[in-house]
């Protein structure tokens, strides 16, 4: 079986269809029709273009049947290097990076921003398995779709071990990684991944409030205001918002989760480590640790700065990966 390509109607436009897939409808205010409604009410003008940018692309994966319309943003131009491709974080979206796309853009990046399947904003109706596995071969079957070329792929937080794990496994589809703060050391989801499927699922809705997320944001942020923190939060937890999200959280919990520590010095491409000095989520010592075991590594270190670097401090990671990227350090 093979995916068809995917185009776009206009608000009030009858659907339109190309091969199995339907057009993408467009409400009044840009936004793609399958984002949650509570995307209107984000302030963050960063977020809200971004946003309005998510298409779904088809993608075929072996363990599903049908194509899992695959939401990421596409770049505005080929670039001159080979293309930067970014992941987001634990239980997140794209919209992680809507301070730090722009920004790649203007310095002529051909920058894709991707979701990780079943996280962010894809269509999981037929809910797949949502194992690393999984994520893993969706990610590849997209890059041999749509980007092609080799490319300088980019993890923050849990992302990080998403790309340690896919640059170990597919290491001719990866040019160079950066790895922003050292989310590679956790064992999976430990004890977790043998909790009862109810108790898994009480433990995932409590991931999804409000109460929680704050408090993690809270954490994560260096001298942002607490207004900013709050529209943030519902930033990061729009795509909590569609139907199948529980389902595939739960999923991806009883599987056991990455573990990818013993993974490390298996990559050779040349890696950058950005690391927030103020981060009091994971240790300073992770991040000097990943330095030492990562074969062809620098690391840059940014002051006054928390969890997630390319969060509040974009201007300051774009410059980094671009000149990593330029000059490679």
């Not at 040019?175 to 590679?184: D, M, P, Q, R």
């Not at 890696?271 to 981060?279: R, T």
Request: aromatic share 8%; net charge positive; proline share 6%.
């Amino acid at each position: 079986m093979t995916c068809s390509s995917v185009a776009f109607a206009p608000a009030g436009a009858p659907p339109m269809t190309y091969g199995n897939s339907r057009a993408l409808r467009v409400s009044a205010d840009g936004f793609p029709s399958f984002l949650p409604k509570e995307v209107e009410k984000i302030k963050d003008p960063f977020a809200r273009k971004l946003a309005k940018r998510i298409e779904r692309v088809p993608v075929q994966v072996s363990f599903s049947e049908s194509c899992i319309m695959s939401s990421c943003v596409k770049p505005l131009f080929q670039g001159e290097t080979n293309p930067v491709v970014l992941l987001h974080g634990f239980d997140s979206s794209c919209l992680e990076w809507s301070n730090t796309h722009p920004l790649l853009e203007e310095a002529r990046l051909e920058t894709w921003t991707v979701d990780i399947l079943g996280w962010g904003f894809s269509d999981l109706e037929r809910l797949p398995a949502c194992t690393v596995a999984t994520k893993r071969e969706h990610l590849y079957q997209l890059w041999r779709s749509y980007i092609k070329k080799p490319m300088i792929l980019v993890g923050p937080s849990l992302g990080a071990a998403v790309t340690i794990d896919f640059t170990v496994n597919h290491p001719d589809a990866v040019e160079k990684v950066v790895l922003i703060g050292a989310g590679v050391y956790t064992e999976g989801t430990g004890r977790l991944a043998k909790l009862p499927r109810a108790t898994a699922y009480a433990g995932v809705a409590l991931l999804k409030s409000i109460p929680l997320r704050l408090y993690a944001n809270l954490l994560a942020y260096k001298r942002i205001s607490y207004g900013t923190i709050l529209d943030w939060t519902s930033v990061g937890r729009l795509h909590c918002l569609l139907p199948w999200w529980e389902d595939a959280t739960v999923d991806f919990m009883l599987s056991g989760g990455y573990n990818v520590s013993s993974h490390i010095k298996q990559v050779k491409q040349k890696a950058l480590i950005i690391w927030g000095e103020d981060d009091k989520i994971f240790s300073r010592k992770l991040a000097v640790r990943l330095h030492c075991e990562l074969p062809n590594a620098i690391i840059r270190q940014i002051p006054d700065c928390g969890h997630l670097p390319h969060v509040d401090r974009p201007e300051t990671v774009s410059k980094l990966i671009v000149d990593f990227i330029r000059t490679g350090h």
